[in-house]
Each structure stands twice: as structure tokens, then as C-alpha cells.
């Protein structure tokens, strides 16, 4: 089985640009979750996406966005780049076919720097 | 979601079994306990959840106490390939539906190493 995938694996950008980052997530999962991790800490929360619509937001500003495909693919922008912006940005899916408390399994994340 | 607490890092030798504890005691009855390692650069990976009986799969045991307030997760036979950030989490179960949140808030987890 192919896992969830994300593209590009690292990208640099500069202040003030914007980004957009890519998953897939794993065949028949329809649920797709993104989070950020900066260096030396765990994993935060962006947005969960279920059937093409937003179900859940972390505590991020708006220039985060996101959205979700009818092939249940996904992409994350962020606007206006920030220094602080520079993190490992994780994709995740789940499937709640199974049942409603199926594990997400995530990709190997998008490294992207800010100069 | 509740929060859990674990240790910063544990040691434990090749070939032995590593035991990796996690307190939960705010845990709703309704609240999972998922277990994620991470090596580093790549995602974090499933190990396995539960929400009170004890399971079992091919990776690891996670051991649930009674009152659901703390569980430990058990590599029967850690190699040095098992050197991870190990995070546990606690986590209400989505509906059928998906109308609620599947977040997981992840903490900043325990560093396992594995030495020879």
C-alpha cells in the first residue's frame, strides 16, 4: 500500500511570499489533517478536512489556509510568509469508514525554510 | 482533550523489553489513548490504541490500568531501530459523521534510545 504522500519533501522561500504545499493521502481515506512542527517540539494542529469540508482549525492565523479535493487530496497555503513560519508541515489521513476512531497515519512532511 | 505527562527520555539495552509509561488522569470515558513514535526526519508513525482493554499487535502492547488514568506502552524486544520520540495521546473518538474534531495534540512525548 502506498502511504500518504507529500511534495515537495523541502522548499526555501523568502519573507513575505506565499506556499503551497501538497498531500495525498492514503487510498480510500477521506479525511485529511494538517499540522506543523517546529524544531524541538511536538506536532500542532492545523486543519482537519473530511469530505471535501473543514471540520476542525488549530490556533493559527489566517493566512493559513486550506482545502480539500474530490479525489480527497489536499493542499495547505500560507500567505505572507514569516521567519516563523519555518517548520516540518505534516499531512495525515484517516479513514472513518472502519469506524469512528481509526488512527491517522502521516507522511514523511514538507521541510520548509525561511530566509 | 486531556493531557498527559511522560517522562523526557528512558534508556533501555538492545534486546530487552522497553516499557514507556504515560499518565493520563483527566481521561474522559469517551477518550482513546493512541501511541506515535517519531525517528527523526520523517512523520510520526502509529504503534496503537485503546480505549480500555489492553492490546496487542505486531509493533508493541499497550497496557491500560483500570481506572484508565495511566497506561504503558511495551516493546517486547527493543532494537537500536527503535530509538524514537514516543508520544502518547489521548483523544476523543470522531463520530461515524465527521463532525468533530480528529486532532491530535501531541506533547512533547518521551526520547527512547537504544543502546547495544
Known amino acids: 500500500d502506498t502511504g500518504v504522500t507529500q511534495s515537495p519533501t523541502h522548499l526555501i522561500k523568502t519573507r513575505g511570499q506565499q506556499v503551497t504545499l501538497r498531500c495525498s493521502p492514503i487510498s480510500g481515506h477521506k479525511s485529511v489533517s494538517w499540522y506543523q512542527q517546529v524544531l524541538g517540539q511536538g506536532p500542532q494542529f492545523i486543519f482537519q478536512y473530511y469530505e471535501k469540508e473543514e471540520r476542525g482549525r488549530g490556533n493559527f492565523p489566517d493566512r493559513f489556509s486550506a482545502r480539500q479535493f474530490p479525489n480527497y487530496s489536499s493542499e495547505l497555503n500560507v500567505n505572507a510568509l514569516l521567519l516563523g513560519d519555518s517548520a516540518l508541515y505534516l499531512c495525515?489521513?484517516?479513514?472513518?469508514?472502519?469506524?469512528?476512531?481509526?488512527?491517522?497515519?502521516f507522511g514523511d512532511g514538507t521541510r520548509l525554510s525561511i530566509l | 482533550d486531556a493531557k498527559t505527562t511522560q517522562p523526557p527520555s528512558m534508556d533501555c539495552a538492545e534486546g530487552r523489553a522497553a516499557n514507556l509509561p504515560c499518565n493520563h488522569s483527566t481521561i474522559s470515558g469517551n477518550e482513546y489513548v493512541y501511541w506515535y513514535r517519531q525517528i527523526h526526519s520523517q512523520g510520526p508513525q502509529y504503534i496503537i490504541h485503546?480505549?480500555?482493554n489492553n492490546e496487542t499487535n505486531e509493533m508493541a502492547s499497550l497496557i491500560i490500568t483500570e481506572d484508565r488514568k495511566s497506561s504503558t506502552l511495551i516493546l517486547p524486544h527493543a532494537t537500536l531501530r527503535d530509538t524514537a520520540v514516543y508520544y502518547c495521546?489521548?483523544?476523543?473518538?470522531?463520530?461515524?459523521?465527521?463532525?468533530?474534531?480528529?486532532?491530535?495534540?501531541f506533547g512533547q512525548g518521551t526520547i527512547l534510545t537504544v543502546h547495544p
Open positions: 495525515a489521513s484517516s479513514s472513518s469508514t472502519l469506524g469512528p476512531n481509526q488512527p491517522q497515519h
Open positions: 495521546i489521548v483523544r476523543v473518538a470522531l463520530s461515524a459523521g465527521g463532525t468533530s474534531y480528529g486532532k491530535l495534540t
Open positions: 485503546g480505549l480500555k
